[in-house]
């Protein structure tokens, strides 16, 4: 298996080539222009493997040698990204749902195969990370745990399981790339998530199977689950407004309809309250305030409004079910389109 790693410019050159030397990779081409660090990132400008544009110097060293997938660490070499060839021969991103999803079927059935697999086994996910591992936990007889975006968030469910022996940590991850297989850090790690994915590439491998043909897999085992991420830019004193004022609109007048779906309960994290539509009936999320609504609509499609908490920004993640690969792009496009999400 070829396999093209860029760390562009951060930490991840030294222990990435580490690991997969020790794991047997021999054929591992590191984009040599992203290979040293380089704090003003001149290859890229914005060192995140979340864009497609950072792919750009990896690709072509990928036609040159013909490389099965394509990784790529962040600078302090926390979160991972990867492409990987489609039914078509070309590379194609995938989000972190994908990759996370792909991490996770691997780890959970081989373990199951192996017997290995805890009774009391647990899958955490954020709560604007997509639903594809709710079906998997329930495949696998696992605890599924929703927490606050924020990967400390996971950590602390680590340690809480630690002490009170009530579940055993299988695997954590969030959309935004970051991921944990087991309980040596308490943070996402970008190393042990090349570990197991290239594990996983090379197993399949040996079946005839690509790591695109491999979430074909998933889909079709767990049902055609899709997400996107919106997010719109507000900067200055006046963006800080703009952003409360929109969070309160949503919070005050919450949609009843979004893109041919009906919204059957709205969460409210700062309210710490789930509403039913229909009934009225309020519960308790059972998670620390945060400023984060979540409109869960019919059909397993989704969508939660937060702040970010680092940028002028703020955030509309979004989330349907298809029958299909185009029937969910369709679903997911018409879900995105809305105007009820519309804040300029």
């Known amino acids: 298996m070829r396999i093209v790693y860029s760390p562009l410019n951060g930490t991840g050159n030294l222990p990435v080539r580490r690991i997969l030397k020790e794991l047997g990779f021999s054929n591992v081409y590191v984009v040599q222009e992203q290979e040293m660090p380089d704090s003003n990132f001149t290859t890229v400008g914005y060192p995140n493997p979340e864009d497609p544009k950072v792919y750009a110097l990896a690709k072509k060293l990928s036609d040159k040698v013909g490389a099965d997938i394509i990784l ?6 926390d979160r991972l990204g990867v492409q990987v060839r489609n039914d078509k021969g070309e590379f194609e991103l995938l989000t972190g749902n994908m990759s996370g999803a792909l991490i996770a079927e691997y780890v959970f059935s081989q373990r199951a195969a192996k017997g290995t697999l805890p009774a009391n086994a647990a899958l955490i996910k954020t709560i604007v990370t997509g ?7 329930k495949y696998y007889g696992a605890t599924l745990i929703e927490v606050l975006t924020g990967f400390k968030y996971i950590g602390e469910q680590i340690k809480y399981f630690e002490e009170t022996g009530s579940n ?3 695997f954590g991850f969030e959309e935004s790339y970051g991921c944990l297989v087991g309980t040596h850090a308490r943070d996402k790690d970008a190393i042990v998530a090349v570990m197991m994915l290239c594990e996983a590439a090379a197993y399949y491998k040996t079946q005839g199977i690509t790591l695109y043909g491999q979430m074909i897999r998933i889909f079709e085992k767990y049902g ?13 004193i006046e963006g800080m407004g703009k952003i409360k004022e929109i969070m309160e609109s949503f919070r005050n007048n919450p949609p009843k309809t979004a893109g ?3 919204v059957l309960k709205v969460r409210d994290y700062q309210e710490n309250t789930i509403t039913d539509v229909d009934t009225g009936k309020v519960i308790p999320t059972g998670l620390p305030k945060s400023d984060v609504l979540y409109f869960e609509l019919n059909d397993d499609a989704w969508c939660a409004i937060r702040p970010s908490g680092t940028e002028p920004k703020i955030k509309f993640y979004f989330g349907v079910k298809g029958n299909s690969l185009t029937d969910a792009d369709e679903k997911l496009k018409n879900l995105v389109q809305d105007s009820v999400w519309k804040v300029q």
């Open 72 to 77: 790529a660490t962040d600078p302090d070499a």
């Open 260 to 262: 041919g779906y009906q």
């Open 131 to 137: 639903n594809i591992t709710d079906q998997m936990a």
């Open 168 to 170: 055993e940590y299988v």
């Open 224 to 236: 055609y689950f899709k997400e996107d991420l919106v997010s719109v830019t507000l900067k200055g």
